[in-house]
């Protein structure tokens, strides 16, 4: 005849048993959390991109109808009894779209008696002015005009 098991064994392996049923609840609440989070993140997210896209078509808008006003010819028909609006200036800072070419001037020859951070400036404004004339590029003859 078999004999039983002791009460002991039984009750530790009830509890070892009622330790991985709690670990496992606890898991699947972490992951149910971590889902939550990331949904959350993916909201806000989506959020945030469609505030940006409106901001976006807010300045699409603003600049397509500040060309629109630039571009209006500028005498009215005289039977027009609509004001005509008037063109508003860019903000500060925007160059209109004809002003985009940039016109690049050689820096200042350089002195003898320089200082060593007055050299470093200048060091600085001749590299940008080879940089922007593509200097490296050019023939020595065109170098040197």
Known sequence: ??????PDVLQVLQIMEDNCHQEAAEQRQEEEQCRREEEHRRQEDEWRESQWREKFQQLLATVAQQSCLTTQPAAASPTS????????PFPAGMLHPTNTKAVIHPPSPFQSDVTFPGYKAWRRQWKDYATFTDLANLDI???HI
């Open 141 to 143: 003859p065109k170098q």
């Open 81 to 88: 009894t609509s004001p005509s609006p008037s063109p508003q």
């Open 1 to 6: 005849m078999a004999e039983s098991p002791h």
